[in-house]
């Protein structure tokens, strides 16, 4: 090949190379012009942000014994009326003796039930393994939360399958030895010890607790129809008296006390659906609740009361709290609001001789990106915020003029100017 073929081809060469770079930065910069994001499919749960106030059916349990307490339930455990909470000792020794000695006779329950399941064959194995790896995730979860009272007796409870399957696999044929040796000491215990001088009971039916913290009298329960604003700015404690046992809940609904401003008082007001409670210093899990009632002050913040039923250890001590309403939980396509135009679709419909007409209509969509050609697409709105709002991704055939709408991953088109359906750009 002589020298100057060679030359022409590689200035051809050079050139073809040049118009592609050239060719690729206008286009690149005209689609620059144009930036997208991909639709994505996202869940988020309309919340508002607030303090409450607990308010329980709590009756405080006096003490006058001006003895030492060992207690015979644990926090959270139900009582009946008139039932006894607490035996009453002259000193320390002799309740702290009384409370190993029951702890013991708790532990020989226990042993006894697992071999009395055992013999009866009322579980198998695989029940069992199950409920080994359900009581660990439990008491997993329970340390996890620092929630030491429930954490005890999920443990108790793994003790027990674990008890049960050592039964049922033959790696022990009784319990018989460990349940005479922990009777014995249980007695020992009581036979050196003094008797209780008498003992504390409570005079109504609900969930016991040890717990006090000066707020149980702070609002009357009866009176939560008629709390306004002012009374739950004026909430205050009372000091704890020395001569208190516990307390017993004697209802199982509560309810919390939130203020509000005007705008969200209006938008719980008028919310539908399922309303969630999260305590997040009391609870990990959103608590169902309902609006039980929504108290406007004029030009002002307003004061909105929820009611629940659910109950457990933690939510015993919840007093005053960091809450999150949740009034539903929307999934869909994300969309910046930046994407959101109006403009104009169409749709072919046909008479009873088969004769297309065509209808036009503005409507609230994006402008999404195909290859390089603009489509304008009507959404549905679920849920929106002041940055983006969340669509539907299947609406019903009524909302939509046409029947369509975006779909997960389309490159909707958040800026640019002079868009229209069906423009290409090039």
């Keep these: 090949m002589d020298k100057l073929l060679f030359k022409r081809i590689l200035v051809a060469a050079l050139t073809i190379l040049a118009l592609v770079y050239v060719t690729y930065l206008l286009i690149s910069a005209n689609f620059d012009m144009y930036p997208t994001e991909n639709a994505v499919l996202t869940t988020v749960t309309d919340t508002i942000s607030t303090d409450g106030f607990i308010i329980r059916e709590e009756t405080v349990i006096n003490d006058d014994s001006n003895g030492i307490l060992s207690y015979s339930v644990s926090n959270g455990s139900a009582v009946e009326a008139n039932s006894e909470i607490a035996k009453v000792f002259s000193n320390e020794s002799d309740a702290v003796a009384n409370s190993r000695a029951d702890a013991l006779d708790e532990r ?46 999920d443990a108790d409870k793994l003790l027990n399958s674990i008890n049960q399957r050592q039964l049922l696999t033959g790696k022990i044929s009784n319990f018989n030895a460990q349940i005479s040796q922990l009777s014995a000491e249980a007695a020992s215990l009581r036979g050196s010890s003094g008797a209780s001088i008498g003992t504390v009971t409570t005079p109504k039916a609900g969930y016991f607790t040890e717990f006090l913290d000066g707020y149980e009298n702070a609002y009357p329960f009866s009176e939560i129809d008629v709390m306004t604003l002012d009374d739950y700015h004026n909430i205050g404690s009372s000091s704890i008296p020395s001569n208190t046992a ?44 309902t609006l039980r009632r929504v108290q406007r002050n004029s030009g002002g913040n307003a004061l909105v009361i929820l009611e629940c039923d659910y109950m457990d250890n933690r939510l015993l001590e919840a007093r005053f709290e960091s809450v999150e309403i949740g009034m539903g939980t929307y999934t869909g396509l994300r969309v910046s609001k930046r994407a959101i135009h109006d403009d104009y ?15 036009r209509q503005k409507v609230q969509g994006v402008y999404v990106l195909y290859g390089s050609e603009v489509q304008f697409k009507q959404i549905s709105i679920l849920y929106s915020t002041k940055d983006y709002v969340i669509c539907d991704t299947s609406p019903d055939d009524k909302v939509l003029f046409n029947g369509e709408t975006i779909s997960l991953y389309d490159k909707v088109i958040v800026k640019g100017d002079d868009l229209y359906d069906g423009k290409v750009i090039s």
């Excluded at 009866?120 to 359900?134: C, E, P, Y």
């Design 108 to 153: 020989v329950r226990m042993l006894q039930e697992s071999q009395k399941s055992s013999l009866m064959g009322t579980v198998s194995v695989d029940v069992i393994n199950n409920n080994i790896k359900n009581n660990l995730i439990s008491y997993l979860n329970d340390v996890n939360k620092y929630d030491v009272g429930t954490a005890g007796s």
């Design 246 to 289: 516990g307390k017993v809940i004697s209802n199982v609904n509560w309810f919390v006390a939130c203020e509000v401003t005007d705008d969200q008082a209006s938008a719980i007001s008028i919310y539908d659906g399922d309303i969630t409670v999260l305590l997040s210093a009391a609870s990990s899990d959103p608590i169902p609740a």
């Design 345 to 359: 679709v169409t749709r072919t419909t046909y008479d009873e001789n088969d004769k297309p007409h065509k209808e």
